[in-house]
C-alpha cells in the first residue's frame, strides 16, 4: 500500500488539495505499478521554510511496502510537475522523503500485511 502524504506550505482550496491527493495517487500507481485501490494519500497544510526563511515549500513522505527502488527519480519528477502545475510551488521548494518498510511493518483493516 504505497502513501504520499503531501505537506502543502499554503492555503489552497479543498477542491484543489483533494485533486493533488487524486493525481498522488495515480502517480503511485502508475509509477510503482501497484493497483490504484492500494495506493494512499493525504494533503495537510503546514507551515514550512528554507533557508531560513518562512516561504511556501512542500514535503512528500512517500512510503511502501517494496517498490520504490529505482523509481525514486520518476517520483520526484513527475510529483514536482504535479506541485508546480497545481500549486505554482516551485520544485525547487518541494522535498521528497522514499521509504521501503516489509510488511509486517505496515498495519491494515485490523492485521498487518
Request: hydrophobic share 35%; proline share 4%; with cysteine.
Amino acid at each position: 500500500m504505497p502513501i504520499a502524504i503531501i505537506y502543502l506550505g499554503q492555503k489552497e482550496s479543498d477542491e484543489l488539495k483533494g485533486e493533488l491527493a487524486k493525481e498522488a495517487m495515480k502517480i503511485l500507481s502508475e509509477v510503482i505499478g501497484k493497483p490504484i485501490k492500494y495506493c494512499s494519500s493525504q494533503v495537510l497544510e503546514s507551515v514550512g521554510g528554507f533557508g531560513g526563511n518562512v516561504e511556501p515549500s512542500v514535503f512528500i513522505d512517500i512510503k511502501s511496502i517494496g517498490g520504490l527502488k529505482g523509481k525514486q527519480k520518476d517520483l520526484a519528477d513527475k510529483f514536482c510537475t504535479l506541485i508546480e502545475n497545481k500549486t505554482k510551488i516551485p520544485g525547487d521548494k518541494v522535498y521528497m522523503n522514499f521509504t521501503e518498510f516489509t510488511g509486517d511493518n505496515w498495519g491494515f483493516n485490523h492485521k498487518t500485511f
